[in-house]
């Protein structure tokens, strides 16, 4: 597979307000939120050319930048209609949308004050994170020596910049080990994430999952949730030791970009993709493809003037 660098793409970037060619969405070198991590960001998927909980994302935006006492200069409902737009002209049918907000470079110093706040909208096709093997057989994850921080430490529930850097040394020390992904325990030992997405263990046929207080609540993992009820599976969301992984029958990460991602191993233990896995992974799907909610006005690519959706 080409690898094509995302500063040397065609099409447009939502910036700060209007539409930009591509590779002239560009920062200054001097930008607070490259130097000091003031920056948050989203993402959201694209199925059949619709934005999925498009809205819920852009409220989440919102809010992480409140963690992080900085304030976007637009509202949550038109950063929405950006995504919308931004989708409809990139004629995206399978994708993401990359929304992300930074401090920029009015002073160079650890405080924030009186940096402007700048927002940048981007999508592009990506049907899929793994491999469709990877999809129907799990991934592997390997337990990292990094944790998730405390709500003291870290503004931890925000999706920021800054916290990633936790996931990118985690992700890449169990690449290099050979695996797909890293769990990572909380500061306090308990099971937290994975690098990217939410963790799930399926127990006699109930799921536990961890309480969301050290790591993003993620929209797909209250989406799983509601959609397990639904079906009438038991859900308990509680401290979890690492040790119970060897109780667990399935486990399964939630998020945006992996959606329902069977893991087939943790460290040297293999799972199964087991029945409950398979019938979520399914459910999420549907739900994700079902009939916009929206009236069919709002249906993004639909009115697209090339035709493609
Ligand atoms: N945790 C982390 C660290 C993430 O990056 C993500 C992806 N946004 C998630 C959890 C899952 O969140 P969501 O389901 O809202 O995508």
Redesign the pocket.
């Known amino acids: 597979m080409t690898l094509v660098p995302f500063d040397d793409r065609d099409g447009v970037i939502w910036l700060d307000g209007a539409f930009a060619p591509w590779r002239e969405a560009r920062l200054h070198v001097l930008s607070h939120g490259l130097h000091y991590g003031g920056g948050v960001f989203e ?1 959201v998927r694209v199925y059949g050319g619709r934005l999925f909980k498009s809205a819920e994302h852009a409220l989440r935006l919102h809010a992480s930048a409140q963690e992080l006492n900085f304030r976007i200069p637009f509202t949550a409902a038109e950063l929405d209609a950006a995504a919308r737009e931004t989708v409809r002209r990139q004629g995206i049918s399978d994708g993401y949308v990359r929304p992300v907000a930074w401090r920029g470079s009015e002073q160079i110093s650890v405080s924030g004050t009186g940096a402007r706040v700048h927002v940048a909208i981007a999508a592009w096709e990506w049907p899929h994170v793994f491999s469709a093997a990877s999809q129907d057989q799990g991934i592997r994850l390997k337990t990292s020596r990094w944790r998730r921080p405390s709500p003291d430490t870290a503004p931890v529930r925000a ?1 920021a910049a800054s916290l990633y850097n936790i ?1 990118t040394l985690a992700r890449d020390e169990a690449e290099a080990a050979g695996y797909d992904d890293a769990l990572l325990l909380d500061f306090r030992g308990y099971v937290a ?1 994975a ?4 963790l799930f263990l399926v127990v006699d046929g109930a799921l536990h999952t961890p309480i969301a207080d050290t ?2 609540n ?4 209250q989406t799983v949730i509601a959609l397990a009820r639904e079906s009438g599976i038991a859900v308990h969301e509680r401290r979890i030791q690492p040790e119970e992984l060897a109780r667990a029958d399935e486990v399964f990460l ?4 992996y959606e329902v991602q069977p893991v087939r191993a943790v460290d040297d233990r293999p799972y199964g993709v087991g029945r409950t896995t398979t019938a979520l992974a399914d459910a999420y799907r549907r739900l994700v493809r079902a009939a916009d909610p929206l009236p069919s006005a709002d249906r993004v690519g639909a009115d697209a003037p090339d035709g493609r959706r």
Not at 218 to 221: P, S
Request: proline share 0%; glycine share 28%.
């Open positions: 993402g999706k996931g994430e690098t990217g997405a939410n790591f993003l993620g929209i797909t993992r939630t998020g945006t970009a």
